[in-house]
């Protein structure tokens, strides 16, 4: 399975972005990661194909809205109010087969897409 994302950018704090990234085949989970520079890479958002279910880190929780076009294949991160510590390569990852307890679990995710840079300035 390749991964395609898309969508980073600079923006001002407060303001919106939206990242997609396409997957070439049908997988169990499909989330998004960050990292940001002299840290560990951390757990965003994820939403599982079967009923859709979403799980957000507590961070992004009420900022940031996961969805999934499962006929597209692609994953979408609606990232609003953003803040500059939102700052960070973002990936989007996927999963072949996944349980629920390691959906927030960097190890679980099969397939990597190439990251793209997501900047807000204060």
């Known amino acids: 399975v390749q991964l395609q994302a898309s969508g980073g950018g600079l923006v001002q704090a407060g303001d919106s972005l939206i990242l997609s990234c396409a997957a070439s085949g049908r997988t169990d989970a499909m989330g998004w990661f960050r990292q940001a520079p002299g840290k560990e890479r951390e757990f965003v958002a994820a939403v599982r194909r079967s009923a859709g279910t979403t799980y957000y880190a507590d961070s992004v929780k009420g900022r940031f809205t996961i969805s999934r076009d499962n006929a597209k294949i692609t994953v979408y991160l609606q990232m609003n109010s953003l803040k500059p510590e939102d700052t960070a390569v973002y990936y989007c990852?996927?999963?072949?087969?996944?349980?629920?307890?390691?959906?927030?679990?960097?190890?679980?995710?099969?397939?990597w897409g190439q990251g793209t840079q997501v900047t807000v300035s204060s």
């Open positions: 990852a996927a999963a072949l087969r996944i349980i629920v307890s390691a959906m927030r679990v960097t190890s679980s995710y099969n397939y």
